[in-house]
């Protein structure tokens, strides 16, 4: 699932292969992404890419005249830069642009969802829309300070994935900060002490930039299928705990699993699973 250090890489490295580059044609093969109608698609044929930036989880393709395509990959999308066309049989294929010098940027979806979605958008229908202009700050490079941000009686662990409470983090990544932090992912945002609200910033600003510099180091183009993310405690229960040695536990939800150090983060305490307890009632 990329969150704000993968789709933060990519847009890096394509953008550095890309800008410049003129649109010979767009297409939107199979499942139709696009959820936008005016401009028209066509309205990029012939014009250059100006750079991929990133917002939240979103990339920002920049198109001369002022047009921007946002693209959100969900929970499975991938964009990728390829030398040679994609098969139209290409099950994966959201949208492709076709380059005139033979490479395509191409969105691609893997897994049986097809969530990922497009919006052409000229510059200023771009802030108006939603999904931007409802993002929270950014968590990386420079949040702001939590304390006011996270006031609320909702767990820490579903406030950080919150888009509209910060921008760019999400179900991995949140693991890791929350651990580095040594804070339960279930503690309250409105509980957090001072000292306790500058310590998940912290955390925030290094486990992101950690990710982001393990990309730069070990990434090049192309960008693969599934990216080598350096996560120690994501997915890591029933191994020891990079920190303290104790075991790393998690709580099972229908689609995700949240993993934590009882020893770390919970004084001990076991969390409740969620499917566990369903299914003993
Ligand atoms: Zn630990």
Known sequence: MPELPEVEITARLISAATEGARVESALTPGINALRSFDPPLSAIDGRRLTGITRRGKLFVVGIEGD???????????????????????DRTSRLLLR????????LREFGTKQAAWVKLLTADALEAEETIATLGPEAYPDPPPLGPLLDAPRPLHGLLRDQRVIAGIGRSWVDEILHTARLSPFKRGSELSEEEAERLRAAIVQELGRALAHYEEHLTLPIPDKLPMPLRVHRRNGEPCPRCGDQL???????????YCPTCQTEGKLLKDRRLSRLLK
């Open 67 to 89: 047009l921007a395509l946002l693209i959100h990959l969900m929970s499975a999308g991938r964009l990728q830069l390829f030398d040679t066309r994609a098969s139209l049989r």
């Open 99 to 106: 380059l005139d010098d033979g490479r395509e940027l191409r």
């Open 249 to 259: 536990e998690a709580v099972f939800y229908e689609d995700y699993v949240m993993c």
